[in-house]
């Protein structure tokens, strides 16, 4: 651009060489100024607080609560704000994660004789969706799989409005999620459609919230039975401090059985499975799904009361210990050499040489056992061993999951077999050092690795893993979980535990010390 152009819009300069009055020799008193001009030579001195007015008045609009609803300055009895409905109108979506967390509440104003209510969803995340009510809400799920929200705060317009929520969380994983039962959340205005009729009068009527959500999916498998279902439940109700009912989709009665002493310790009351339950349960408060963080994990960052993983596996000690609490007090004063339990597998990735791995565990000062657990086995019996021993040993798979139930400060060994090493950091290796864990990781090399007999030692599969992985999960399982096995270089491993058993004693001397 020419500079020229730069100097356009400045008040031209006085001159003498032309004539007074003529339009291009005005003098700067009397040249036209445009309204900028005219603000930096008045009122320059306003400026800073106006980009304060701006910021405070752009943060207002994002984060305050929607213009239908007023903050009480008076608190609630946990210091949490109260929100008190005043008008129908549509509460804004970024106002609904506030509500799911409990960091405001609602209290229902009387209109016409009828508490008001409200109904928001939060779809932002990508491994879940989770809805929240308020209000007169009615279960209807085993007829017509929909719950109901009467006298909604709503636009006058539209006296029918609906969500739709699949209460699991692996949200981006479709394949799976068409397998878990839709809900369909119905939201009425029209207050005279909220009278008990039509089969919609209260059978039960609750008290206390209640959370929704689907023992369906992968269910049944240890990493999913905690990563998507006992960890997202504990984020979603542990504020409620066990005052809150579950409503269970694709209820399974082994479910219960296997969790029931940790599902105690969340909800003081029975559990509704909303599958064969018929009647209508009435709720002032509903959650609709739940929340989620990461892989076996929590970030105490998203959490109102700042609690973390480690409160997490806290209240699992409690559930499967009862009274008794995981520490050293539990354990004989006179056993002197620390405890290493080993995870053994069965069909894949097992461990073809275990013997010498005990043998040359004990060698080097270590108490051995061995767990071999099946389905059906109790987790309060696996704690038992866990809660009382210093490593653990397992190769990568679901069983690796039990880390949750080692004491707190102990070491955990993954043997990660060929074309594993993204997963086994992603799923276990990275929230075991968020549990606070020694997390050690031994690498299958390709001559311990059945797939070089298989395949031979020059073969992609053994030489490229990446190059097979890349594919897609279907041929990495079908080639890497399903059909490797390990005979472990006892040498090459004997050395890693070595180092392993000298920082236990580097600890144990500084405890003591």
């Known amino acids: 651009?020419?500079?020229?152009?730069?100097?356009?819009?400045?008040?031209?300069?006085?001159?003498?060489?032309?004539?007074?009055?003529?339009?291009?020799?005005?003098?700067?008193?009397?040249?036209?100024?445009?309204?900028?001009?005219?603000?930096?030579?008045?009122?320059r001195f306003l400026f800073p607080y106006l980009v304060v007015l701006i910021c405070v008045s752009s943060f207002l609009f994002v984060y305050a609560p929607p213009s239908n609803l007023l903050r009480e300055v008076?608190?609630?009895?946990?210091?949490?704000?109260?929100?008190?409905?005043?008008?129908?109108?549509?509460?804004?979506?970024?106002?609904?994660p506030a509500l799911i967390d409990g960091k405001v509440n609602i209290t229902a104003e009387e209109k016409d004789g009828e508490h008001v209510g409200m109904l928001c969803c939060d779809r932002s995340h990508h491994r879940t969706d989770v809805c929240y009510m308020e209000g007169d809400i009615r279960t209807d799920v085993a007829k017509s799989a929909s719950i109901f929200l009467y006298n909604n705060i709503s636009d006058q317009n539209h006296h029918v409005y609906e969500e739709k929520i699949r209460p699991y969380t692996r949200k981006?994983?479709?394949?799976?999620?068409?397998t878990i039962d839709e809900l369909t959340l119905v939201s009425v205005t029209n207050s005279s459609t909220s009278t008990d009729n039509d089969g919609m009068k209260c059978d039960v009527r609750h008290k206390v919230p209640a959370v929704v959500l689907s023992t369906g999916g992968y269910t049944g498998n240890l990493y999913h039975d905690f990563n998507d279902g006992l960890i997202p439940l504990y984020l979603t109700t542990e504020r409620f401090k066990g005052e809150v009912v579950l409503l269970v989709l694709e209820y399974h009665s082994w479910w219960m059985s296997r969790y029931n002493s940790v599902v105690k310790k969340l909800s003081n009351h029975k559990i509704v499975n909303l599958g064969s339950?018929?009647?209508?349960?009435?709720?002032p408060t509903m959650i609709v799904g739940m929340k989620i963080h990461d892989e076996l994990s929590i970030d105490s960052r998203l959490v109102p009361?700042?609690?973390?993983?480690?409160?997490?596996?806290?209240?699992?000690?409690?559930?499967?210990?009862?009274?008794?609490?995981?520490?050293?007090?539990?354990?004989?004063?006179?056993?002197?050499?620390?405890?290493?339990?080993?995870?053994?597998?069965k069909g894949s990735r097992?461990?073809?040489?275990?013997?010498?791995?005990?043998?040359?565990?004990?060698?080097?000062?270590?108490?051995v056992g061995i767990l071999n657990p099946k389905r059906t086995t109790p987790l309060s019996e696996i704690h038992s061993v866990l809660s009382t021993s210093d490593v653990m040993i397992a190769v990568h798979g679901a069983a690796m999951t039990h880390f949750m139930l080692v004491?707190?400060?102990?070491?955990?060994?993954?043997?990660?077999?060929?074309?594993?090493?993204?997963?086994a950091d992603e799923y276990y290796g990275q929230p075991a050092r968020k549990l606070g864990l020694e997390y050690v990781e031994y690498r299958v090399g390709p001559s311990e690795s059945s797939l070089s007999k298989e395949y031979g030692l020059n073969h992609p599969v053994v030489t490229d893993p990446s190059s097979i992985t890349s594919k897609g999960w279907e041929e990495t399982k079908r080639i890497y979980l399903s059909h490797q096995n390990v005979t472990l270089d006892v040498r090459r491993f004997g050395k890693v535990i070595r180092r392993v058993y000298s920082n236990y004693l580097h600890r144990t001397n500084k405890k003591h010390h």
């Open 350 to 367: 097992v461990l073809l040489n275990l013997q010498q791995l005990i043998k040359k565990s004990r060698s080097i000062g270590f108490q």
């Open 74 to 96: 008076a608190t609630s009895d946990e210091n949490i704000p109260l929100i008190i409905v005043k008008e129908e109108n549509s509460v804004t979506t970024s106002f609904c």
């Open 305 to 345: 009361d700042g609690k973390g993983i480690q409160n997490f596996q806290a209240l699992l000690h409690e559930s499967f210990a009862g009274d008794k609490t995981t520490s050293t007090d539990r354990e004989p004063h006179h056993r002197k050499r620390p405890k290493l339990t080993i995870f053994i597998r």
């Open 277 to 283: 339950d018929r009647r209508v349960h009435c709720f």
């Open 1 to 43: 651009m020419n500079p020229k152009s730069y100097r356009l819009n400045r008040p031209p300069k006085k001159t003498t060489t032309s004539p007074p009055g003529s339009s291009s020799a005005l003098i700067k008193d009397q040249q036209p100024k445009t309204l900028g001009y005219y603000l930096k030579s008045n009122y």
């Open 407 to 423: 004491k707190p400060g102990s070491t955990l060994i993954q043997i990660v077999p060929l074309g594993l090493n993204w997963a």
């Open 172 to 178: 981006w994983e479709t394949s799976v999620m068409s």
